[in-house]
């Protein structure tokens, strides 16, 4: 069974309990809201399923779709996560050594999907990623997003980035080119 980290789901679970008109209700299950109604710890894993639900009503009511605003979030997320909690993992100066390692960070959150990290040269990297689930394409943005900021707290300026391949379009993997200056 696939997991996701509480600390990846506290933020998409406030905003859940905040909203008291019961617009997510038709999104979730018996089994999320119980998920929901409990203590969300950090370090404890949760179930995938739940994870996904819980977020997509997010994306459909709160971001009303769209993917970008949902960008935005992964950058938030990266910003206060490992910002705070995983500071110690970002050297300043050392984009790329953040970036090749990424795929050992992603499993504090995910224990699912494979990444694959390509230095293209000192300033690019090609992030892919397999075997995640490709319907669950806000998943894809959030990394997206938390990957930039992250970047940007190790240093790295003048990002720019690029969607190279999209498995929720049939492609095998999810690829997505980073570039930055020093």
Same mark, same amino acid.
């Given at each position: 069974?696939?997991?996701?980290?509480?600390?990846?789901?506290?933020?998409? /679970?406030?905003?859940?309990?905040?909203? =008291?008109?019961?617009? &997510?209700?038709?999104?979730?299950?018996?089994?999320?809201?119980?998920?929901?109604?409990?203590?969300?710890?950090?370090?404890?894993?949760?179930?995938?399923?739940?994870?996904?639900?819980?977020?997509?009503?997010?994306?459909?009511?709160?971001?009303?779709?769209?993917?970008?605003?949902?960008?935005?979030?992964?950058?938030?997320?990266?910003?206060?996560?490992?910002?705070?909690?995983?500071?110690?993992?970002?050297?300043?100066?050392?984009?790329?050594?953040?970036?090749? =390692? &990424?795929?050992? &960070?992603?499993?504090?959150?995910?224990?699912?999907?494979?990444?694959? /990290?390509?230095?293209?040269?000192?300033?690019?990297?090609?992030?892919?990623?397999?075997?995640?689930?490709?319907?669950?394409?806000?998943?894809?943005?959030?990394?997206?997003?938390?990957?930039? =900021?992250?970047?940007?707290?190790?240093?790295?300026?003048?990002?720019?980035?690029?969607?190279?391949?999209?498995?929720?379009?049939?492609?095998?993997?999810?690829?997505?080119?980073?570039?930055?200056?020093?």
């Amino acid at each position: 069974m696939k997991r996701a980290k509480g600390s990846v789901l506290i933020d998409f /679970v406030k905003t859940i309990k905040a909203n =008291k008109t019961g617009v &997510y209700d038709k999104y979730l299950t018996d089994e999320d809201r119980s998920i929901i109604n409990q203590r969300i710890l950090p370090n404890q894993w949760y179930p995938f399923d739940t994870f996904k639900r819980i977020v997509n009503a997010i994306v459909e009511v709160a971001a009303n779709k769209n993917l970008e605003m949902v960008r935005q979030w992964g950058r938030l997320y990266g910003q206060a996560i490992m910002g705070d909690v995983y500071k110690h993992l970002l050297k300043q100066g050392e984009p790329m050594e953040y970036i090749k =390692k &990424y795929p050992v &960070y992603v499993r504090n959150f995910y224990d699912f999907g494979t990444f694959e /990290v390509i230095e293209e040269n000192p300033t690019q990297a090609l992030v892919k990623m397999k075997d995640f689930d490709a319907d669950f394409v806000p998943l894809f943005y959030i990394i997206w997003g938390w990957l930039e =900021k992250t970047l940007e707290l190790c240093g790295a300026k003048n990002l720019k980035t690029e969607l190279v391949s999209q498995s929720w379009a049939g492609a095998k993997e999810t690829a997505i080119r980073f570039k930055w200056t020093m």
